[in-house]
Nanobody, 120 residues
Framework: VQLQASGGGLVQPGGYLRLSCAVS????????MGWFRQAPGKEREKVAA????????NYADSVKGRFTISRDNTKNTVYLQMNSLKPEDTAVYYC??????????????WGQGTQVTGLQ
């Protein structure tokens, strides 16, 4: 299973970006999907997750109301819409997949990461 994240970039405070993660080599519709981020010198944190149908989502408190995770099972792609971006959102963002991830947090597959930089 391969995950390819894209959509990162530089953004002004208050701006927006949409990250995409295309999944290939597996059965996308059975995977829960998550977005994680890791800033320099910090531990990786889970930003958002979505179950295999797309009917359930959850978010880190730091992004609630600003970020939205969604998925399109016909395109084998998960998205992270990021609005009202802040400098502290600066990090490498990773997508991840797992069949048991929604219940157990067990993400088996990871993408390569895409850099998001919020300008001061």
């Amino acid at each position: 299973v391969q995950l390819q994240a894209s959509g990162g970039g530089l953004v002004q405070p208050g701006g927006y970006l949409r990250l995409s993660c295309a999944v290939s080599g597996g059965t996308f519709s059975i995977y829960a999907m998550g977005w994680f981020r890791q800033a320099p010198g910090k531990e990786r944190e889970k930003v958002a997750a979505i179950n295999y149908t797309g009917g359930r989502t959850n978010y880190a408190d730091s992004v609630k109301g600003r970020f939205t995770i969604s998925r399109d099972n016909t395109k084998n792609t998960v998205y992270l819409q990021m609005n009202s971006l802040k400098p502290e959102d600066t990090a490498v963002y990773y997508c991840a997949a797992g069949t048991n991830a929604w219940v157990y947090g067990d993400y088996s597959y990871w993408g390569q990461g895409t850099q998001v930089t919020g300008l001061q």
